[in-house]
């Protein structure tokens, strides 16, 4: 194992060498992505033993054995060939009946359904599908920073719009996205519930940005990865009312979405988008030219996961639940935090006071006191300050992490 401060450097020189790459040897587009910082602190930590392992979106849950059964059932029967390039037809009819029965809408399995190879490849694909070279898509920030980056491949320019802080609840910045807008605006890009906020849209806010976006001709590109995770409902389970319920079929709006998360499928690599049938037909065309399709027998495994999934999404809210109340408490007790209490996902946003470079306090924190969170500044405008913690994890290791946490705030 390499020491810590001799991991931090080679991070830093990877960075820099990537940094310092001649614009006459890289495309453009590829010098305008910004190396993850989330990455940057993990290549850190895979080079330490006894890391309590909180910065990257996942819980360390493990898939369900009756998924993995299904994949092993589908690979006996032979689902080892090409299929469809949006997917298998049974895959998209159950996603219609998936969303028949938790949100009330109706789609068309043939027409506005398209599977992907994970909820990262529908970003790329129906980004490519509506931004041209020189465009302009607005962000809601702070946010994972993929959709910004995938903007910034397609040689487009991400125009990152801070959430505001009021009254502990995080809210869009209404006068700074209609100051925003110019004729290069294309597309507006949001998440409910958030990574890493966990503020999740209200239906009010969902009509205003539909209307925002048809008021100005834009497409809205709605990411709902985490609907499942969410702690308002009137019952746990429930899912977040999609933008779907308020839009038409006419909309120019898309939904992204995987199964990596309310499933613990985040290896499997499958994804959906839901989107009006002209955008659908043109993702189903470049989807041969990325990845052909999704592996054909994690999408039969995706299907079980669908009719039998309830029961062990319940369960994993409950625990989820009690991780974010578990951590609510201990940061409450901490100097220098203020931590809003989230709706959804499964992160906590703590500010700390007095915080420049949130990259440099959780490296500290990581070599200090073997503690892996992400720094705020990996999520964009209106991050720096901030520190993400991941509580999908074991009580072990979130117990140890807030007691280490708050001795290093107190150093």
Same mark, same amino acid.
């Given at each position: 194992?390499?020491?810590?401060?001799?991991?931090?450097?080679?991070?830093?020189?990877?960075?820099?060498?990537?940094?310092?790459?001649?614009?006459?040897?890289?495309?453009?587009?590829?010098? $305008?992505?910004?190396? +993850?910082?989330?990455?940057? &602190? *993990?290549?850190?930590?895979? =080079? !330490?033993? /006894? %890391?309590?392992?909180?910065?990257?979106?996942?819980?360390?849950?493990?898939?369900?054995?009756?998924?993995?059964?299904?994949?092993?059932?589908?690979?006996?029967?032979?689902?080892?060939?090409?299929?469809?390039? $949006?997917?298998?037809? +049974?895959?998209?009819?159950? &996603? *219609?009946?998936?969303?028949? =029965? !938790?949100? /009330? %809408?109706?789609?068309?399995?043939?027409?506005?359904?398209?599977?992907?190879?994970?909820?990262?490849?529908?970003?790329?694909?129906?980004?490519?599908?509506?931004?041209?070279?020189?465009?302009?898509?607005?962000?809601?920030?702070?946010?994972?920073?993929?959709?910004?980056?995938?903007?910034?491949?397609?040689?487009?320019?991400? %125009?990152?719009?801070?959430?505001?802080?009021?009254?502990?609840?995080?809210?869009?910045?209404?006068?700074?996205?209609?100051?925003?807008?110019?004729?290069?605006?294309?597309?507006?890009?949001?998440?409910?519930?958030?990574?890493?906020?966990?503020?999740?849209?209200?239906?009010?806010?969902?009509?205003?940005?539909?209307?925002?976006?048809?008021?100005?001709?834009?497409?809205?590109?709605?990411?709902?990865?985490?609907?499942?995770?969410?702690?308002?409902?009137?019952?746990?389970?429930?899912?977040?009312?999609?933008?779907?319920?308020?839009?038409?079929?006419?909309?120019?709006?898309?939904?992204?979405?995987?199964?990596?998360?309310?499933?613990?499928?985040?290896?499997?690599?499958?994804?959906?988008?839901?989107?009006?049938?002209?955008?659908?037909?043109?993702?189903?065309?470049?989807?041969?030219?990325?990845?052909?399709?999704?592996?054909?027998?994690?999408?039969?495994?995706?299907?079980?996961?669908?009719?039998?999934?309830?029961?062990?999404?319940?369960?994993?809210?409950?625990?989820?639940?009690?991780?974010?109340?578990?951590?609510?408490?201990?940061?409450?007790?901490?100097?220098?935090?203020?931590?809003?209490?989230?709706?959804?996902?499964?992160?906590?946003?703590?500010?700390?006071?007095?915080?420049?470079?949130?990259?440099?306090?959780?490296?500290?924190?990581?070599?200090?006191?073997?503690?892996?969170?992400?720094?705020?500044?990996?999520?964009?405008?209106?991050?720096?300050?901030?520190?993400?913690?991941?509580?999908?994890?074991?009580?072990?290791?979130?117990?140890?992490?807030?007691?280490?946490?708050?001795?290093?705030?107190?150093?």
């Amino acid at each position: 194992m390499l020491r810590a401060d001799s991991a931090v450097e080679f991070a830093r020189s990877a960075r820099r060498e990537c940094e310092n790459a001649l614009v006459g040897q890289l495309a453009h587009s590829t010098l $305008a992505v910004p190396t +993850s910082r989330i990455r940057e &602190l *993990a290549e850190i930590a895979f =080079r !330490m033993d /006894g %890391v309590l392992k909180l910065y990257f979106g996942e819980s360390n849950q493990p898939t369900s054995a009756y998924i993995k059964q299904a994949a092993k059932q589908a690979l006996d029967d032979g689902y080892t060939f090409y299929t469809e390039n $949006a997917g298998l037809l +049974s895959l998209r009819e159950a &996603l *219609a009946d998936y969303y028949l =029965r !938790m949100q /009330g %809408v109706e789609l068309d399995p043939r027409r506005e359904i398209v599977v992907t190879a994970s909820g990262v490849q529908a970003l790329n694909v129906t980004i490519r599908c509506t931004l041209d070279p020189g465009d302009e898509a607005l962000v809601l920030t702070p946010a994972w920073p993929n959709g910004a980056s995938i903007v910034a491949m397609a040689n487009a320019r991400p %125009v990152e719009i801070a959430h505001v802080l009021s009254e502990g609840r995080y809210e869009i910045d209404w006068a700074a996205l209609e100051g925003a807008v110019t004729e290069r605006t294309k597309l507006l890009v949001y998440t409910s519930p958030s990574n890493p906020l966990g503020w999740t849209a209200t239906v009010e806010d969902q009509q205003r940005l539909l209307e925002f976006t048809r008021r100005h001709n834009l497409w809205l590109l709605a990411d709902e990865v985490y609907d499942r995770l969410w702690y308002g409902g009137s019952a746990l389970g429930e899912p977040v009312p999609s933008i779907l319920r308020l839009a038409t079929r006419d909309d120019a709006v898309i939904v992204i979405q995987s199964f990596s998360k309310a499933w613990c499928m985040t290896g499997w690599r499958i994804g959906w988008i839901i989107t009006r049938a002209d955008l659908a037909a043109k993702a189903t065309q470049l989807n041969e030219f990325i990845i052909s399709h999704a592996p054909s027998f994690t999408q039969r495994a995706a299907e079980t996961a669908l009719r039998d999934g309830e029961p062990e999404i319940h369960a994993m809210l409950g625990q989820l639940k009690a991780n974010r109340d578990l951590c609510l408490s201990a940061l409450a007790t901490m100097p220098r935090l203020t931590t809003p209490s989230p709706d959804g996902a499964f992160y906590l946003f703590p500010k700390v006071e007095g915080l420049a470079d949130s990259f440099d306090f959780c490296s500290r924190l990581l070599r200090e006191t073997r503690v892996g969170l992400a720094p705020g500044v990996a999520f964009g405008a209106g991050g720096e300050g901030s520190i993400r913690i991941c509580y999908a994890a074991d009580r072990s290791v979130l117990e140890p992490a807030m007691d280490r946490l708050g001795r290093f705030l107190l150093l």
